[in-house]
C-alpha cells in the first residue's frame, strides 16, 4: 500500500466511520447554558456533582454512566510533582558577572533577604523584610481573568493568566517603597484566544501591598503592540491579589523555611554546578503505546522557594516548595488555567524522590489520587558544556524580549540557573543556562505544550551596552524532524521612568 | 447566519448557543470519536468542548472563527480525555469496529478492521493531526492554528502518524496468516 492508497484509505474509513454524540449531550449543555448566563458556573465542575447529573429545565441524565462522575471532571488536578537529587556543595560566590547580567550577586538566595543591587532595574529600596517576593493570586472580575504572578528576589516576575491558550508573562519588576513596587511585563499572546491579531502587549502595574504582605492591590495599564504598527488604546484598571500559602506537607515541622538555617544546603546547586535552581521533566504516567508518549510537564524549582511547572495537560502554574530531606522536596503548585477545568485554589502536595516522584493530586480539602511518576533532566541538545567557571556566574536575573518575523515575540527570563520561555509558537519552554564566557550565554529549553518534544538550544552573546543579545539557536522537534537553525536579536526589558 | 448566532451566544443567548451547539455537535464528536476510539469518551470530550465554548465564547473575537475554535477546544478536550484514562486504561472499553455500510466488499471491510487496530496504536495527537487533515479536511495551515503548533510540527507529525500506521498496519498483516496457520 504506497502513500497515496493509505491517506485514501484513511480517509474513506473516516468518512464511513460514522458516529453521533449522545442525546444528553447536547440537552445538557444547553440547559446549563440556561441556567448559567453569567457563564461563571463552570466553577461547578470542581465539584463531585457532575454537569451531565445536574437537574434543571432541558437537563438530560446521562444513561449508564459507568466511570466515576467524580472522576471525569475532577481529576484534572494540579500535578504534583518534586524534584529530584540536590547535589551538594557550596553556592559560587561571583566575583564576575557577563554583562548581560549586571554584577551584583544575590548573597541570599531566601526571598527574605535578597541583596540590594546597582543593577538598572534598581531594587535599592527593596525591604527585605517587606514580603514583596512570593507568589500571588491576582483576582480580576469574575474570576474568568485571574491570573497567578510570582516575584522572584532579583527583580524578575513570571505571571500565568488563566484561560485558553494559558499564556504567560515575563517581566521585571523593582520595589518603589516598603510595601510597593513597579513590573512591566511582557505577555508574547496578545490574542491567545484567537491568534488573530499577531503582536504583544505589556502592562504596567503599580503594587501596593499591605500590611502583613498577604494582600496587594493593583492599578494596570495594558498596551498592545500589534504587529502592523496600528495604534489600539491603552487599557487601565484595577485588580486585588492575595498571597499563595504553601499546602501543609507532613511532617511539617521538619522543614526549613526559607529563611531559616538549612535552607542553603537544601536549595544548593542541583544541576551542573550552576545556580541553586533546578529543572526537572516530569513524565506523567503514562502506557501509550506510540513512540512520543504522553507530553511531559516540566517543573522548575526556584533558588528562592518558588517554582514554575508548564504542563501541556494542566497548563502552566506557579508554585511552591520545600526541602523535605536530603534528595527530596515537596511542591505545592496552583492550576487555575484551564478552561473546562478550572482548579482554582486546588494547591497539590508532592513528595519528590530521585528518579520518580510520588504525585499526591489533591486539594486542600480533598485527595484525589497518588502515582509514581518518572522524571529526566533537559538535555543540551548534544552539545558540549564546559565546566561553569564560578567565576563567572551571576546569580541576578534578566529578562528579555526578542520580536519576531511573524510579530509576536518571544520572552525569557533567566534566572538561578533556570530559564523560563514563552514563545507563541511552541508554548512555554523551561530549562537551564549558564555562562560560556564573561560576554556568551548558553541556555537549552524544552517546551512543554503539545510540541513538548521540541527543544531549543541558543548561544546568546551580549553587546557593549549590555541590553542588547545577539542568538544563535537551533530547535528541533524530538520526534525526529529537522534542526532548524536561526539568529535573532533581543533586548533587556527595562522599566522606563 | 452562524455569525449571527455566535454574536447572540456570546451576549448571552442561550438559545442561539442551543443552535449553535446542536449544528456543531456531531461534527465535534466526530473529531472527538476518532481521537479517542470510544463513544462513551468522546460524548464527555463533546460536552466538555461545549461547555468551555458556552464559557469562553465572549472572548472569541472574531465569529467567523467559530468552527476552528470549537475544534480547537474538542480537540483539547479529546486530549484531556485521553489521559484521564490512561492510567484506568484496562478499563476502557474499545469499541469494535463499526460494520461500515453495509455495502462493503469483503476485503474492504478488512481494510477498516485493519485501520482500526493500527489506528488505536496511535497517540492522541497522532490520531488528532489525522483526524483533522482527513476526516476534517482542513488545511495544515488551520490544523496548525487548532493545534497551536507550527506548521512544521503539523507536517512532521502527520508523517510520523503515517508511518507509524503504515507500520501497525504491515504488523497486522504479517500477523494474520500466522493466526489463520495456526487455526488451520
Redo the contacts between chains.
Keep these: ?1 504506497n ?1 497515496n492508497e ?2 485514501q ?3 474513506e ?10 442525546s ?3 440537552g ?3 440547559a ?3 441556567q ?4 461563571s ?2 466553577r461547578h ?1 470542581l465539584k463531585p456533582a457532575r ?2 447529573g445536574a437537574t434543571g429545565p432541558g437537563a438530560v441524565p ?1 444513561p449508564g454512566l ?2 466515576p462522575a467524580f ?2 471532571m475532577a ?2 488536578a494540579a500535578f504534583i510533582i518534586a524534584v529530584v537529587l540536590v547535589l551538594p556543595g557550596p553556592t559560587p560566590e561571583p566575583d564576575r558577572a557577563p554583562a548581560f547580567v549586571p554584577s551584583s550577586p544575590l548573597a541570599d538566595a531566601s526571598p527574605s533577604a535578597p541583596t540590594p543591587t546597582s543593577r538598572p532595574d534598581d531594587l535599592s529600596g527593596f525591604d527585605p523584610n517587606g514580603g514583596l517576593v512570593g507568589s500571588l493570586w491576582l483576582r480580576q472580575g469574575n474570576g ?1 481573568r485571574d491570573s497567578y504572578v510570582t516575584l522572584h528576589p532579583d527583580g524578575t516576575i513570571v505571571q500565568v493568566a488563566k ?3 494559558w499564556p504567560v508573562g515575563i517581566g521585571t519588576w523593582q520595589p518603589t517603597g516598603a510595601r510597593s513596587l513597579t513590573s512591566l511585563v511582557a505577555w508574547p499572546d496578545a ?1 491567545p ?5 499577531p503582536g504583544f502587549s505589556t502592562h504596567r502595574d503599580e503594587w501596593a501591598l499591605d500590611e502583613d504582605g498577604s494582600a496587594a492591590t493593583l492599578t494596570w495599564t495594558a498596551r498592545l503592540q500589534p504587529a502592523d504598527g496600528s495604534t489600539v488604546p491603552d487599557v487601565s484598571g484595577a485588580s486585588t491579589l492575595v498571597r499563595l500559602q504553601r499546602l501543609p506537607l507532613p511532617p511539617e515541622a521538619a522543614y526549613p523555611s526559607p529563611a531559616e538555617p538549612g535552607w542553603e544546603l537544601a536549595v544548593g546547586p542541583m544541576v551542573q554546578g550552576s545556580g541553586s535552581g533546578g529543572v526537572a521533566a516530569i513524565t ?12 511531559p510537564g516540566y517543573l522548575v524549582t526556584h533558588g528562592d522557594g518558588t517554582a514554575f511547572l508548564a504542563s ?2 494542566q497548563g502552566n502554574g506557579p508554585g511552591l516548595w520545600v526541602p523535605t530531606g536530603p534528595d527530596t522536596r515537596g511542591l505545592s503548585s496552583w492550576f487555575g488555567l ?4 478550572d482548579l482554582d485554589n486546588w494547591p497539590v502536595a508532592q513528595l519528590a524522590g530521585t528518579g520518580t516522584i510520588t504525585v499526591s493530586e489533591g486539594t486542600s480539602e480533598e485527595f484525589l ?1 497518588e ?1 509514581e511518576a518518572e522524571t529526566r533532566s533537559i538535555e543540551p541538545m548534544d552539545e558540549p558544556l564546559p565546566a561553569v567557571d564560578p567565576a563567572l556566574w551571576p546569580a541576578t536575573g534578566s529578562v528579555w524580549l526578542q520580536p519576531t518575523d511573524s510579530g509576536t515575540a518571544i520572552t525569557a527570563y533567566l534566572t538561578d540557573g533556570t530559564a523560563v520561555v514563552r514563545d507563541p ?3 512555554t519552554g523551561t530549562g537551564h543556562w549558564q555562562p560560556l564566557d564573561p560576554d556568551t550565554i548558553a541556555a537549552w529549553v524544552a517546551f512543554s ?3 513538548s518534544h ?1 527543544h531549543l538550544w541558543s548561544e546568546a552573546t551580549t553587546g557593549p551596552d549590555g541590553d542588547t543579545l545577539s542568538i544563535s539557536y537551533k530547535h528541533q ?1 524530538k ?3 529537522p534542526v ?1 537553525t536561526g539568529q535573532a536579536e533581543a533586548s533587556r526589558l527595562r522599566i522606563e521612568p | 447566519m452562524q455569525r449571527d448566532l455566535v454574536i447572540k451566544a456570546q451576549q448571552g443567548d442561550a438559545e442561539a448557543f442551543g443552535a449553535l451547539a446542536n449544528g456543531a455537535i456531531d461534527r465535534l464528536h466526530g473529531v472527538a470519536y476518532r481521537i479517542l476510539r470510544d463513544r462513551d469518551q468522546a460524548d464527555d470530550a463533546t460536552q466538555q468542548a461545549l461547555v468551555s465554548a458556552w464559557d469562553h465564547l465572549p472572548g472569541l473575537r472574531d465569529p467567523d472563527r467559530f468552527d476552528a475554535w470549537t475544534y480547537r477546544l474538542v480537540v483539547r478536550a479529546a486530549y484531556k480525555e485521553a489521559h484521564r484514562t490512561q492510567a484506568q486504561r484496562d478499563r476502557v472499553r474499545w469499541m469494535p469496529p463499526d460494520s461500515g455500510t453495509g455495502t462493503d466488499m469483503p476485503d474492504r471491510i478488512a481494510d477498516h478492521d485493519e485501520l482500526e487496530q493500527a489506528f488505536k496504536t496511535l497517540s492522541p495527537e497522532h490520531r488528532a493531526v489525522l483526524t483533522l487533515r482527513y476526516y476534517c479536511d482542513l488545511p495544515l495551515g488551520e490544523i496548525a492554528e487548532i493545534l497551536d503548533i507550527p506548521v512544521g510540527t503539523v507536517g512532521s507529525r502527520l508523517h510520523h502518524a503515517t508511518r507509524h500506521l503504515r507500520d501497525a498496519l504491515q504488523r497486522e498483516r504479517r500477523r494474520e496468516p500466522t493466526e489463520e496457520h495456526a487455526l488451520s
Design positions: 500500500m502513500e493509505l491517506e484509505s484513511l480517509s474509513w473516516m468518512y464511513d466511520d460514522q458516529s453521533r454524540a449522545s444528553w449531550v447536547l445538557s449543555v444547553v446549563h447554558a440556561r448559567h448566563p453569567n457563564r458556573w463552570w465542575l454537569l451531565v446521562r459507568v466511570r472522576a471525569t481529576i484534572v474568568e484561560g485558553p491558550g490574542d484566544v484567537n491568534h488573530l491579531r506523567a504516567p503514562c502506557d501509550e503505546p506510540d513512540e512520543s508518549g504522553t507530553p501541556y495537560w484551564d478552561p473546562a477545568h489520587d502515582y509558537r511552541y508554548g505544550t503539545l510540541t521540541d522537534d520526534s525526529g524532524g532548524e
